[in-house]
């Protein structure tokens, strides 16, 4: 699986726009972006994926470039409930694959009020 | 909305003794994974769990570490003889449901429980 890069953290304002990029220059073309959190020691929790194109779900967007060699992800108004690391996953689908996830570091969002 | 659940939420144990980390995932889902996570680092994978054998296992699991499905709910993590160094939040996941290919199911987001704390003393 492809890796990852992320910033180590970001603070964001309450209420505003929290824009979390990820790197992962080296992905291949059967390999999805995905997106999870860990908020405070709990158990990792789902946000979003994709491919190429833009999604988006009630929880997220993420934005992928054209090259598909970074993503974005964005939370369109964050709170503080938000606070949490997020981790950026590049994953293979497709035959054999186990769906294990391999975490980074992630990036540590701290919402500020 | 249905959710992982994993007993008991911490366990302390001495060295050299036998855990066995219990874990029920959501009802027809069809893969099964165990995570650990030290504390102040990353999340690790252990292993994966499909067809009531292991998919695939990273190079943590040795020997001292197995898994079981004993009946149609439980899934479990047993730890043989514990080390200091197996000390850790230990979260197990599951996805997948019933229906539609292999791959569709792998793929499928993970839901994970809220962890057990393992201390080994």
């Known amino acids: 699986d492809a890796k990852t890069t992320q910033p180590t953290s970001m603070d964001c304002a309450e209420g505003r726009a929290a824009n979390l990029p990820c790197n992962h220059s080296?992905?291949?073309?059967?390999?999805?972006v995905y997106w999870y959190r860990q908020i405070h020691s709990q158990g990792p929790q789902y946000i979003i994926h994709?491919?190429?194109n833009n999604e988006t779900n009630e929880m997220a967007s993420l934005i992928i470039t054209e090259d598909r060699k970074s993503s974005t992800l964005i939370l369109p108004h964050a709170t503080l409930r938000d606070t949490a690391v997020y981790y950026c996953?590049?994953?293979?689908?497709?035959?054999?694959?186990?769906?294990?996830?391999?975490f980074g570091q992630g990036t540590t969002l701290q919402v500020k009020p | 909305e249905p959710e992982v659940t994993q007993t008991p939420s911490h366990q302390v144990t001495q060295m050299g003794q036998e855990v066995i980390l219990r874990c029920v995932p959501i009802?027809?889902?069809?893969?099964f994974y165990w995570y650990r996570q030290i504390l102040g680092q990353k999340v690790e994978f252990l292993v994966s769990?499909?067809?009531?054998?292991?998919?695939?296992k990273s190079e943590i699991f040795d020997d001292q570490f197995s898994v079981e499905r004993p009946d149609g709910s439980n899934f479990t993590l047993k730890i043989r003889s514990t080390k200091l160094e197996d000390s850790a939040m230990y979260f197990c996941?599951?996805?997948?449901?019933?229906?539609?290919?292999?791959?569709?199911?792998?793929?499928?987001?993970?839901?994970f429980g809220p962890g057990t704390r393992l201390t080994v003393l």
């Open positions: 996941a599951s996805s997948g449901l019933a229906g539609g290919t292999r791959d569709y199911h792998s793929y499928n987001e993970q839901f």
């Open positions: 996953i590049v994953r293979v689908h497709g035959s054999g694959n186990t769906g294990k996830l391999i």
């Open positions: 009802s027809n889902h069809l893969y």
């Open positions: 994709g491919l190429k």
């Open positions: 769990f499909y067809n009531n054998e292991i998919s695939e």
């Open positions: 080296t992905i291949s073309g059967n390999e999805y």
